[in-house]
């Protein structure tokens, strides 16, 4: 039987014809002594918040983690026991399965995750872009498609391109609308609310945080339908009310909302013809959809769960591989079966088309290169980084700062953090809970850096700073690149 497992590091999901069989989040709690991974693991992450790891999807490497556990000794590690944890829910030996991989990895993370699978009960046999496969799982007009998913530390913006076939044209990364901030905005706004109201903290004990993380989907859940919804916290000695308006939750969030929406702008503009795609997963996040239709001027198609799922297995031949080195598939045909949720309203930039023609079958791609620097690459951009009083040159690549073969390396025993180049600039991400400050507070998810912010790095507080050189023949007013 074929499997599908998309990986999604806000809930990994393992499907088969009959459906989602088994789906798990993407954290892991890793001291000297124990490793749990999934759901287990997402119940203690605010009770030992320095134990708990939740970016080994993202970072898919063999950096190493800060344990002495010989079970987890890099972030690969960690994925391999995620990956073992989940198919201990199907418990059969010599299943296939096909990956639905996020956008963002690249060929060294395609080709690591192939040497884990190679690890586990299982037989992998293909490898797909997961919006491509969920976008090919519905049908939709000729013209752009943009594919909208939500991961825990990233929102993801896919454009396709196409009439018969389904292309990947670019992936772009927005860091700023990760389900782990927006979470940790709304569990603070919550806090807020108790201690102005019952004058409770519920963040002072490690025990009530957890409670407020873990009831936090429910209580988003029941925005969907109310504007006001009441909140309880039972702490086992009181009950704690308070209740919650909708607007307010929503301006919580609103700039990170903004990111996505300025960036989906761009996106659509000029554009004659185009569809929106939503996974339910960001579609469930209170006010984004509004805001998303505003934007693009007409209703977004809302996705099934299991659309990167059923994606696959409707075009399984075309994914399947033989041998060990599978091609990375991000070109199938365009689908025929309707999406599910709202359909989208006719507008100057949809309009209804005939079902597509049958069409050759696909040819596995190669995967597509980041898109260009268009931020950092401009006149203005960094050139170097400033570490202690070494300046590293920058090329488009990412660059680890400590650890063996990192930047400053002679200053830093241990990775510390990698720094990361975007389409919108250079980011910042921290390796080390604590590692990285900037104005002395700490750094938790990637973030931007600006040319001339000033950040302290490690227990050394070395300096780090993005600069730019300018070349030796410039002018007095470095006017070299006019």
Not at 3 to 18: F, K, M
Not at 291 to 309: C, H, K, Q, S, V
Not at 316 to 339: H, K, S
Not at 426 to 451: F, I, N, Q, S
């Amino acid at each position: 039987m074929t499997h599908v497992i998309e990986l999604n590091d806000a809930g990994v999901t393992l499907a088969t014809d009959a459906g989602i069989l088994v789906e798990s989040p993407g954290f892991a709690i890793v001291d000297a002594r124990r490793m749990a991974v999934g759901e287990p693991a997402l119940r203690e992450a605010r009770r030992d918040p320095r134990h708990t790891v939740n970016q080994f999807w993202q970072r898919l490497s063999t950096d190493s983690l800060q344990t002495t556990n010989p079970r987890a000794r890099t972030q690969a590690d960690l994925a391999h026991a995620h990956l073992l944890h989940l198919w201990e829910a199907v418990a059969h030996d010599d299943d296939e399965v096909i990956f639905a991989i996020p956008g963002h990895y690249g060929r060294e993370q395609l080709a690591l995750l192939l040497g884990i699978a190679r690890e586990c009960p299982f037989r992998a046999v293909g490898l797909v872009d997961a919006a491509i496969a969920a976008s090919a799982a519905v049908e939709t007009p000729s013209g752009l498609l943009l594919h909208l998913d939500s991961h825990l530390h990233r929102t993801t913006v896919t454009r396709i391109r196409g009439d018969d076939m389904l292309a990947r044209d670019a992936v772009d990364d927005l860091p700023a609308v990760g389900l782990v901030s927006l979470r940790d905005a709304w569990v603070n706004l919550i806090a807020d609310a108790f201690i102005r109201e019952t004058r409770f903290d519920p963040l002072h004990d490690a025990g009530t945080e957890q409670k407020l993380y873990d009831h936090l989907d429910g209580w988003l859940a029941a925005f969907e339908t109310a504007t006001e919804v009441p909140i309880e916290l039972d702490t086992g000695r009181h009950v704690y009310r308070v209740a919650l308006e909708r607007e307010l939750l929503v301006a919580r969030v609103a700039a990170r909302y903004d990111t996505l929406i300025a960036h989906l702008k761009s996106e659509l503009d000029g554009a004659t013809h185009a569809t929106v795609l939503v996974s339910e997963r960001l579609a469930r996040l209170p006010g984004l959809l509004d805001a998303i239709g505003a934007a693009a001027e007409f209703t977004p198609l809302i996705l099934a769960r299991d659309a990167a799922a059923r994606g696959v297995l409707g075009n399984e031949a075309r994914i399947r591989g033989e041998g060990d080195a599978l091609a990375f598939v991000t070109r199938l045909p365009r689908g025929t079966a309707q999406a599910r949720g709202p359909a989208s309203t006719p507008s100057p930039r949809t309009q209804e088309a005939p079902p597509a023609a049958a069409a050759e079958p696909s040819e596995a791609a190669a995967p597509a290169p980041r898109a260009p620097l268009r931020a950092a690459a401009g006149r203005r951009a960094p050139t170097h980084l400033l570490l202690g009083a070494t300046a590293y040159p920058l090329g488009d690549r990412s660059l680890t700062i400590g650890g063996p073969g990192g930047l400053g390396e002679d200053l830093l025993d241990a990775p510390q953090a990698r720094l990361e180049a975007t389409d919108t600039g250079w980011m910042l991400d921290p390796l080390v809970e604590d590692a990285v400050r900037a104005d002395g507070a700490p750094l938790h998810e990637p973030t931007p850096m600006v040319p001339g912010q000033r950040l302290t790095i490690g227990d050394r507080h070395l300096r780090m700073e993005l600069i730019r050189v300018l070349p030796s023949d410039a002018g007095a007013h470095g006017n070299a690149d006019a």
